[in-house]
């Protein structure tokens, strides 16, 4: 295992062969904590091992992972300013740079965006949004526009136009019948994420959305959280930040088209159950007894929806999911959503607001966080 000072150096060395500038780098940083005896106010630094000077002040200690995982949102936007973010030596920080490694321009972009960022009007949906695209954002690869062309549908009838509205898909995909429908669900499903590009540190890490699938997608707790009353404005999955994620979208299209076949409990439970409890590559993760006895529903207790309404379901998500595709690979770039997303609601791009409301839903997380917040 790498020293934190030898990742630092192999870092800044990748960054230098791309002639990244200086004042668009983020670095990898240990974190130093100091508590006050006094109030038990905690003191954060940040240093870059060989580029910044360690701390004059005595007492600082190396803050680690046995130290909590998550740092206050604050400090890492503060430091994210001065193009500092933390490294504490777990296996997602260390996404977070592959990330930066892999895609220099989102790095580059989301430093412009952070230097001008005033740290006075973090709201609750600013810090949502901040979290959206440092740990979950991705986009169509647009470097497969034919590909994405071939998979896709709606493209094909709008020949020539690049953008392309939301209710065109929609009408589109209201058109087809029952098995049309299912079966470019099933064409869409398959090769979807093959077309996509991850950004953010978790979207990047497949540890971390291989844990995400297996969780929410399988045995009582995808059944707890999925099988409410459909709104259909809504994702179907129980995340505050994965929902609004490309990244996510085939797995809850797996989902729908396997629950249009699920006619009985038994045939589900097989179906949803199996995987969950027999996945050799997490079942030490997810069934230590600390997660046993966690479920708070039964095989009982479960109420079928209308086969009608499940359908209803799988055409919005195929439509949100071809225009998400069709958007982010001609005109909704990786640039494009990193200089708006942090933009007052009347300064951002009409479509880039368009790319939200429709492609995640009125009703989502990521959607509601952007509008204005009435006084």
Do not use: C
Not at 223 to 240: A, E, G, M, T, V
Not at 248 to 273: D, Q, W, Y
Request: glycine share 4%.
């Amino acid at each position: 295992m790498p020293t934190h000072e030898e990742v630092t150096k192999r870092f800044i060395r990748a960054l230098d062969l791309m002639k990244i500038p200086h004042d668009l780098r983020i670095l990898p940083s240990l974190v130093l904590f100091k508590k006050s005896e006094i109030d038990n106010q905690v003191d954060y630094k940040f240093v870059v091992p060989g580029v910044d000077p360690w701390p004059k002040e005595s007492g600082f200690k190396i803050f680690k992972v046995d130290d909590g995982f998550n740092l206050p949102e604050e400090v890492v936007i503060r430091e994210m300013k001065h193009g500092r973010f933390p490294l504490l030596m777990a296996t997602h920080d260390l996404f977070h740079f592959v990330g930066f490694l892999l895609h220099p321009n989102y790095m580059m972009e989301l430093r412009k965006v952070y230097k001008n960022l005033d740290l006075s009007s973090l709201s609750s949906e600013m810090r949502y949004r901040i979290v959206n695209i440092n740990e979950v954002l991705t986009l169509a690869d647009p470097s497969k526009k034919e590909e994405i062309y071939q998979l896709l549908s709606v493209p094909k009838l709008e020949r020539g136009n690049e953008h392309i509205e939301f209710k065109k898909f929609a009408q589109y995909f209201e058109s087809l019948s029952e098995s049309e429908i299912l079966d470019h669900a099933r064409s869409l499903r398959k090769a979807y994420n093959q077309l996509l590009l991850d950004f953010g540190g978790a979207s990047t890490s497949l540890i971390e959305k291989r844990i995400f699938e297996l969780y929410y997608s399988s045995g009582l707790t995808f059944l707890n959280k999925f099988y409410k009353p459909i709104d259909y404005n809504k994702s179907y999955h129980n995340s505050r930040t994965w929902h609004d994620s490309m990244s996510f979208s085939a797995l809850t299209l797996r989902n729908l088209i396997n629950l249009s076949f699920a006619n009985e409990k038994s045939f589900l439970g097989s179906l949803m159950v199996k995987d969950y409890f027999e996945d050799p590559f997490l079942q030490e993760y997810l069934l230590d007894e600390s997660r046993q006895g966690k479920f708070d529903i039964t095989y009982d207790e479960l109420k079928f929806k209308p086969r009608d309404e499940v359908l209803k379901a799988l055409r919005l998500q195929v439509t949100r999911m071809e225009f998400l595709m069709w958007e982010s690979s001609h005109d909704i770039s990786v640039e494009k959503i990193i200089s708006n997303i942090l933009l007052p609601y009347k300064e951002m791009d009409p479509k880039f607001i368009e790319f939200i409301k429709y492609g995640f839903g009125e009703n989502s997380e990521l959607y509601r966080s952007i509008l204005p917040i009435k006084e």
